[in-house]
């Protein structure tokens, strides 16, 4: 098991170093550069080509702009690994502090649209198996065949109309942080959260009935059966053990997906976290932020995927031991 | 009196194409400490039989609608099928050994886990009891280093030994009766061999009845006493062992053993004769003798009248058949 591990966290690092250069040249293959913006805030004007091409060339060995692709992103790990995220440019901060002010709340928002998809979508799956067939199933079955190609920000749009516009139950837009004023925050928060879940919960309702249903159907729980074992330990200790192995692997792309969907509808719902850092650095040109967001997620997702793997190990003997 | 008493067993499956009969009026009866073997091709109702009385027939597509089974002077068929009544019986007196051995333990809980269940469910007994008597049911079963390997999962064990545990699961409760549904069918013919062995040494050892179901005659002819032969849901011919090996008289058993060669038989000394024809489609049978299309010995009474019940020819030697070959 240990190496097991050991290898998933040598792999995940390759990945996160792949991830990072990827990025650093997409940025730079964009047309356009981080100092026009620059100017624009400093200049005080408003105007962006104020610069002649002196001070164009001397700003951008100010940044280390003018050095080769390669060394540049050398310097960037070399600052990263001594725990420097670097200066925003555009908005002449330290990077780490932007991210610091941002990422609890897209991390309380996320972490609540994860629980609320998977544990949500797992007893809708446990309990469209066991009473596969009826009415009920067939409802929630057809609301998860749709809640999965429902795009996030349309049904973010939505849900805004109905709830907040119509009905007037809960705030249009905004963010309130629960550390503040709690009670307050979750009526911001019930919107966003909803319109992202519901594709997790959908997924995982679909794919928890599907591995129940199979695994109701194989020999050893016909075992436990004949060994008069009542329903209740049976669907407990027989099936959803086994039936969690492919569900616990989908895990890793439902937060995947989640971080993606807290991109649009940070923006939907105007929350100021991470999402609508990176999407407003990469209107900037803001290099720095972007890498350094990039860094971030991908961190996220690889280290959740590093713990998925550890729990399909504790699942499943099979793994644990090869 | 019989420790269990099936008679007339009726379960169908209702199929899209039709009505099948898996089982159909199957009776038969297992003593104090018997051997008994079902024996018929795939899919003329032995297992089904079987998981009837086990009341673990899948309800839909399948059903139990007619018949009794008598057990400790209960009606099984009267209980709710997973009820506490039918519950309490599964896996403590009635037991089952299943064909698969390499799928039938759950791989992802330990030996000692599938072993103690049971004895903590029937018999009450404390975590540290249930895997003492776990660790020496697998002695029993001839597990070697028991007292380490109880810890092991599934994937870690062979087939062979994956049986030996799901013998001593079948064992762990002391049972009445033990089903081994073609316990040696997917193992070696070594392993085979050494399995039913030792399930004959422990049942007699234990003095519990055996039921074992199977299509391989080598196995009933060693170590079963009574045989019942079923051809397309129905039995059609039981006995003692020995008056069906050396006497058959109904047509099919005549051709089943024709068919197959016989211990210290030498070789080139008699023909294999098979028995030409396929089993029949179970759907929307007609009512005259299943075996009929394929059957050498038919007379023209066998056209016109339907199946006949079961009749005894002998000492208990019963056929169902007009014709009777030693009679003949």
Known sequence: MTAYIIRRIIIGLMILILVTMLVFLLVRLLPGDPLMRYMANFSGTGQQNIMSPEQHEALLKEFGLDKPIPVQYWDWISKILRGDLGQSIGVGQPISKLIADVLPRTAYIGFLMFIVGTFGGILVGIYCALRRGTWMDNTLTTIANIGMTVPVFWLGIILIYVFAYKLGWFPMYGWVAPWDDFWKSCTYVVLPISAVALGGIAGMARLTRSCMLEVMRTDYVRTAWAKGLRERVIVIRHQLKNAMIPVVTALGGTLGMILGGSVFIETVFSIPGMGRLMVNAIFEYDYQVVQASALIFGGIIIFSNLLVDIAWGWLDPRIRFS | ?328
């Open chain 2, 1 to 328: 009196m019989a420790l269990l008493d099936v008679q007339d067993l009726q379960t169908y499956f209702h199929t899209e194409y039709g009505l099948v009969k898996a089982a159909d009026k199957v009776s038969f009866h297992v003593n104090q400490g018997e051997i008994i073997g079902l024996v018929g091709e795939s899919g003329c109702g032995k297992s089904v039989s079987i998981l009837s009385i086990m009341r673990l027939i899948p309800s839909p597509p399948g059903e139990t609608v007619g018949g009794k089974v008598i057990f400790e002077g209960k009606d099984l068929l009267k209980f709710e099928a997973n009820g506490p009544q039918m519950r309490a019986i599964r896996g403590s007196k009635l037991t089952m050994i299943f064909q698969e051995p390499m799928t039938s333990l759950n791989p992802v809980l330990t030996i000692s886990r599938q072993l103690t269940e049971t004895l903590e469910l029937h018999l009450d007994m404390d975590k540290h009891s249930a895997r003492e008597r776990a660790i020496e049911l697998l002695r029993m079963v001839g597990v070697p280093d028991a007292a380490r390997r109880v810890d092991d999962y599934p994937h870690q064990f062979s087939g062979g030994m994956r049986q030996r545990v799901m013998i001593a699961i079948a064992l762990s409760c002391n049972p009445t009766i033990i089903f081994a549904d073609e316990p040696t069918t997917a193992v070696d013919v070594t392993t085979q061999a050494q399995l039913l062995e030792l399930m004959k040494d422990l049942v007699t050892r234990l003095d519990t009845s055996l039921v074992i179901v199977t299509h391989n005659l080598g196995v009933v002819a060693r170590y079963a006493q009574r045989i019942y032969v079923m051809y397309a849901g129905r039995i059609i011919e039981s006995g003692l062992s020995e008056n069906i090996f050396n006497h058959p008289r109904h047509p099919y058993t005549v051709g089943l053993l024709n068919s197959v060669p016989k211990l210290g038989e030498r070789h080139g000394t008699r023909k294999l004769i098979p028995i030409y024809g396929l089993p029949p489609n179970l759907i929307n049978m007609p009512t005259t003798c299943a075996f009929l299309p394929r059957c050498t010995e038919k007379i023209g009474k066998c056209e016109k009248e339907p199946w006949p019940e079961l009749r005894a020819v002998d000492k208990d030697h019963y056929i169902s058949c007009y014709v009777d070959i030693k009679g003949k």
